[in-house]
């Protein structure tokens, strides 16, 4: 389906389920985000071989950080290990890497990483990793009302184009298909701004578990889709 019009463009991803598949397999909370996170590189390649041009994914949230702290202090610690492991492999593949999200709450040496793989991939053309980590939709446009105010913008001059291009998400087009994993039907504070428009897709199979098969039946179900966009 490479290179098929009637994909996406953009794919954004709530990763949910990890902490139930660990559960289910009498494992950690932790063991659980330590599978999902070796997904990621999985599911990412197998959406740029799919001709798929931005892949966001739902890593962290604003609101994670009132998670037990073994838990946050493991995620922060997965991120970190999935930068040292993965970064080249995705530059090999001409994937250019992108966070968004708040970095200053971020350890001081975590922040490096991001920073020096994202450098390091930043003339990659071939699809587009977004990874949101630390990120809260409802923050994000808070932090855009304000840069708005001190950029001394004239109520005239804001339209949707204006207020999208103070958004993190400033260089990459909205998401045409939203889908969250791990069987919840909410959209949890991610992209509330960018996805207005886009087909969300719901599938009770766990983050670990959202394997090529998957994959296919969820890009099978947007291509059933008629997007109207308001219209007739």
Request: glycine content about 8%.
């Amino acid at each position: 389906m490479s290179g098929d019009s009637s994909l996406p463009r953009h794919v954004a991803i709530i990763m949910d389920g990890n902490g139930r598949w660990a559960k289910q397999r009498g494992l950690s909370r932790i063991d659980g985000h330590r599978a999902g996170a070796k997904n990621v590189r999985k599911v990412a390649r197998a959406f740029a071989d799919h001709g798929i041009k931005y892949l966001t994914l739902f890593a962290f949230s604003t609101e994670n950080w009132g998670r037990p702290q073994e838990e946050v202090t493991g995620l922060l610690h997965l991120l970190s290990h999935s930068i040292d492991e993965e970064t080249q492999r995705f530059h090999q593949a001409n994937i250019k890497l992108v966070h968004i999200g708040k970095p200053d709450r971020l350890p001081l040496e975590l922040r490096r990483k991001i920073k020096s793989a994202t450098e390091l991939t930043k003339d990659n053309t071939g699809m587009t990793l977004c990874l949101a980590f630390d990120y809260g939709s409802r923050s994000e446009i808070v932090d855009a009302v304000r840069c708005i105010k001190e950029g001394n913008v004239s109520p005239e001059g804001i339209s949707e184009t204006i207020f999208s291009s103070y958004l993190d998400t400033a260089d990459i087009p909205d998401p045409d298909l939203l889908i969250r994993t791990g069987g919840e039907f909410r959209l949890s504070n991610f992209l509330l701004w960018q996805v207005a428009y886009s087909e969300l897709y719901f599938t009770p199979v766990s983050w670990p578990d959202f394997n090529e098969k998957e994959i296919e039946k969820a890009l099978l179900d947007y291509e059933q889709r008629q997007r109207r966009f308001g219209n007739l």
